[in-house]
């Protein structure tokens, strides 16, 4: 994929869920580069996280989910491309940035100090309250008594109150008796930082030490800030200054005096720590703090130009979304009837987001959506137009999904299960439908499935997730016919086609762990037939297989014994070909 641009580029991806008072790490970790114009698939067993990976990268997490980390960078050139007028506010705004961040630069020169500073205000906190060991100790403690009560409450909620008044009682009383556990452990807890606290204040020696050295990195500081910055500090400074004007020019008026302020304050705080603003990404790092950073180009008397680094991970404003969703990367869902609204006609449906997103007139929004409607395969388009979803099969209703998913001519397509609700003569025409329509469109499709007889049919490239995490990608044919991971194995194992007569289907036994909990391993250790003993101690780093094909198994050390995929798998090609009378 070399001779590919990058389109999406998803790094160390973190997503958690707050769920009835406990956090769930739904997405651990993961790290992938999505090509333009390519398929690929992801893959695994339902939780295994494949929804929530791409709702993270369309904005569509439930309410209690976050991304806790990671970076998820949209390289789209159109949508990056940003231009602002260089009108009098414009040139006035730049200058007193430009100003300020001259005289934020002085402090760069101190950076080094004032670390220490804050180090020894650390110190001095740190002293003044329990030590690392002992917090993490007493929290422990009472995170696993709210684990117990947050079980019981939510074990009591199931109780019939007619029924089972006992239980509740009893259930009621151990959850008042948890509840007065925590609340000492709490106090214990608050009683300790207080005697810490205290006997800190009473160290004479150790107080008379502190304000002496931190009077003597004060006095170094303030020589040092005092100093002239460089030429070649103003010049970078007035770059900086055009950026953050570039990179809130989106914004309306007062709102842009408010983001100007918090990006101030960000550029202050790392020029306080010495960050190096030359430095490409931590530079995107300072702005992520307040929005996208719009990297300064070029500039004419009339106006600045630059390109955007979009990075969905950071997404504040919903109506950034609002050119992103739908119109740069848009979703066909499992469920076409769920996707639709009863009550509004076809054709409805289709020109709304036409116009949303086009700003077009409803006449060329219906000469557009009728040309949609022919193209995914609707008969008699112009007649059906005025239909209601209830009047379409449920193959024609997830045609004119997929036909409202590219009235946009999105980058991105996502496929979450698309034809697990459909027939099987239906599922075909749709997965061919897909992959026509790409070769017109351009879009990418990223294609969410447990089924790798689909995968075989539509991906160029298999991401196989387990846990929230990656644990193999390849391109199709290395994942058919070499996979690595014992996951890999048993998901193939598993396929129907490989039955023989008389002989039982393979499972896969257990279930995957709970992501409320954190995991010591390999995830898929308790449920891997050639599990080692490290795969429960530590877990296993990505291993290279080729270019294209990674790992995530103990197995592929070189330390670790020589180990044969399973027989149902092995010479696969010509058991799927017998299969099918191919």
Same mark, same amino acid.
């Given at each position: 994929m070399e001779d590919? @641009?990058? *389109? *999406?580029?998803?790094?160390? *991806?973190?997503? @958690?869920?707050?769920?009835?008072?406990?956090? *769930? =790490?739904?997405?651990?970790?993961? =790290?992938l580069d999505i090509y333009e114009n390519e398929s690929i698939a992801i893959v695994g067993e339902s939780g295994a996280g494949k929804s929530v990976f791409t709702k993270a990268f369309a904005g569509m997490l439930d309410s209690n989910g976050f991304i806790d980390q990671g970076d998820i960078i949209f390289n789209d050139a159109e949508l990056s491309d940003t231009v602002v007028p260089l009108n009098s506010y414009a040139k006035k705004t730049i200058a007193s940035t430009w100003e300020k961040l001259n005289e934020y630069s002085k402090l760069e020169y101190g950076s080094e100090v004032f670390l220490k500073m804050k180090a020894l205000e650390q110190e001095k906190e740190e002293k003044m309250t329990l030590s690392e060991e002992e917090r993490e100790k007493a929290d422990a403690e009472i995170k696993e008594l709210v684990i117990k009560r947050t079980e019981l409450f939510n074990y009591k909620q199931t109780l019939d109150t007619s029924k089972e008044k006992a239980k509740i009682k009893e259930t009621s009383a151990e959850i008042s008796r948890l509840d007065g556990e925590i609340k000492a452990l709490q106090k214990a807890k608050e009683e300790k930082i207080k005697a810490h606290k205290q006997a800190a204040m009473n160290d004479t020696a150790y107080n008379q030490a502190y304000d002496a050295k931190m009077a003597e990195y004060k006095k170094e500081y303030a020589g040092l800030t005092a100093k002239e910055i460089t030429d070649e500090t103003r010049k970078r400074n007035e770059i900086l200054a055009k950026e953050i004007y570039l990179s809130v020019g989106r914004y309306k008026l007062r709102k842009k005096v408010r983001m100007i302020k918090k990006l101030h304050e960000a550029f202050k705080a790392a020029m306080e720590r010495g960050v190096d603003l030359n430095d490409e990404q931590k530079r995107n790092g300072v702005f992520d703090q307040a929005t996208f950073r719009v990297r300064y180009l070029d500039e004419t008397p009339e106006q600045l130009h630059g390109t955007c680094i979009i990075n969905l991970a950071k997404i504040q404003d919903p109506n950034d979304w609002g050119q992103i969703r739908g119109k740069k990367i848009a979703t066909v869902f499992q469920d076409p009837m769920t996707s639709l609204n009863p009550i509004i006609t076809i054709g409805k449906q289709i020109t709304s987001v036409i116009m949303k997103h086009q700003h077009v007139s409803e006449v060329e929004a219906r000469a557009q959506a009728l040309e949609l409607m022919e193209k995914v395969g609707i008969p008699n388009a112009e007649q059906r137009f005025d239909d209601y979803p209830f009047q379409y099969s449920g193959g024609m209703r997830q045609r004119i999904v997929i036909a409202i998913a590219l009235s946009c001519r999105p980058k991105i397509l996502i496929c979450d299960e698309p034809t697990t609700a459909l027939d099987v003569t239906i599922q075909a025409q749709i997965l061919k439908l897909i992959k026509d329509l790409q070769k017109e469109y351009n879009y990418t499709i990223v294609f969410i499935t447990h089924d790798l007889g689909v995968v075989a049919n539509i991906a160029d490239r298999v991401a196989v997730l387990y846990a929230g995490q990656i644990i193999e990608f390849a391109n199709v044919e290395e994942l058919f016919y070499d996979p690595r991971h014992p996951y890999t194995w048993a998901l193939l194992s598993s396929l129907p086609q490989l039955a023989e007569r008389n002989t039982k289907l393979f499972s896969i036994t257990g279930t995957p762990p709970s992501l409320y909990n954190k995991i010591i391993g390999d995830p898929f250790a308790p449920r891997n037939q050639y599990c080692l003993k490290i795969d429960t101690l530590e877990e296993p780093p990505m291993f290279k297989v080729t270019d294209t094909h990674y790992a995530k198994t103990w197995l592929l050390d070189p330390r670790a014994p020589k180990t044969e995929k399973p027989e149902a798998i092995q010479n696969i090609h010509e058991k799927l070909l017998k299969a099918y009378n191919l």
């Open positions: 590919k @641009k990058v *389109l *999406l580029s998803i790094k160390d *991806l973190q997503v @958690k869920f707050r769920v009835r008072g406990r956090i *769930l =790490t739904a997405i651990r970790g993961v =790290t």
